[in-house]
């Protein structure tokens, strides 16, 4: 038979299971307070509660670092699928409510999150003013599931193969720039191949890997590994670099067509860069959709329709 001191010691409550999980996750106590709302005095007084409870510790500390113990290693792995089965859960009864509210947390590249903030999320917020959109913007592609995010936004061809997607209904370029300086001294390149004898912005991807850039034109395809001084992994700072007359650069076309139309970038190459497919809203299937959620993609699909026709209008 349990005594009372076992009972007291199960007592554990949401906040503390949901800081384990953010720690472990973002890697420090001050990155995971963000995500949770909260202080990092409050998050430490939540996570040395809970290892007292317990009766071992889930974290080894230092002044510069946070990592897992043998036990918090455990304790993830055990509990990160119950506690994702509870979310799901109140989800699951939060969707009965007939005015959506509460929040929705969003994944996205920087330039996704864009491209969605104006015509989506904003007209979301105005319909449904009981919601909170929480986005976070982060180059590389992460696990919305294990990171606690209810929708990824990304470009189709990167989404995972076990997620249910809604397109956005916009094809995606790229587009390939320099200053004016840059080709005053340089010249311009006419065919891909000729970026091997100019300096390039060079793209390193999420995984670690350095960008090939990609090139269509008439079914003839290329792949050009460009040579240049610097490597980036975020757009901002390409941009910057480009406008400085380092080299030429490949963005998305939505992040330099102000930079284009004002003269200040000069775009290249521009036939050998078809559309390809856009961007799309993602979330896993297996997971109960709260009400917010629900209407949140029906508002996209709404967007994309309205989108699509407007495009074909254009034409």
């Known amino acids: 038979m349990r005594n009372g001191l076992d009972r007291d010691n199960d007592k554990t409550g949401l906040t503390e299971l949901n800081a384990v999980i953010a720690i472990a996750r973002r890697g420090t106590f001050r990155a995971a307070a963000i995500d949770l709302n909260m202080s990092t005095t409050a998050l430490s007084l939540a996570i040395g509660k809970l290892e007292a409870s317990l009766g071992v510790r889930l974290f080894n500390r230092t002044t510069r670092s946070v990592s897992l113990t043998g036990a918090g290693r455990l304790f993830v792995e055990q509990v990160g699928p ?9 989800d699951a009864v939060r969707s009965e409510r007939d005015t959506p509210s509460g929040t929705i947390r969003i994944n996205a590249a920087p330039f996704a999150a864009r491209d969605i903030i104006s015509p989506l999320v904003l007209e979301f917020l105005r319909r449904y003013p009981d919601m909170i959109v929480d986005i976070v913007t982060e180059g590389r592609l992460v696990d919305i599931v294990a990171d606690g995010f209810d929708i990824g936004v990304r470009v189709a061809g990167l989404v995972p193969t076990d997620m249910i997607t809604v397109p956005l209904g916009r094809a ?7 200053s004016p300086d840059y080709l005053e001294k340089h010249g311009t390149p006419l065919v891909p191949p000729d970026l091997l004898n100019h300096q390039c912005i060079r793209v390193r991807l999420p995984d670690g890997s350095l960008f090939r850039w990609r090139f269509e034109k008439d079914g003839e395809t290329a792949q050009i590994d460009v ?13 910057v670099a480009v ?14 067509m102000e930079d284009i139309e004002t003269g200040r970038l000069i775009r290249v190459l521009d036939d050998w860069t078809p559309p390809f497919p856009g961007l799309c809203l993602y979330y896993p299937g297996r997971r109960n959709l709260s009400a917010g959620v629900k209407a949140f993609l ?7 329709a ?8 254009c034409r």
Do not use: C, K, W
Not at 227 to 239: F, K, M, T, Y
Not at 243 to 256: K, N, R, W, Y
Not at 298 to 304: E, G, N, T
Not at 306 to 313: A, K, L, V
């Open 82 to 90: 119950a506690l994702q089965d509870l979310r799901s859960a109140l």
């Open 172 to 178: 995606q370029r790229y587009a390939i720039v320099a």
């Open 243 to 256: 406008l400085e007359a380092t080299g030429i650069g490949l963005f998305m076309e939505q992040s330099v």
């Open 306 to 313: 309205g989108r699509s026709r407007n495009e074909r209008r």
């Open 227 to 239: 040579r240049g001084p610097i490597i980036l992994d975020e757009a901002n700072l390409s941009r």
């Open 298 to 304: 029906a508002l996209a699909r709404v967007h994309a």
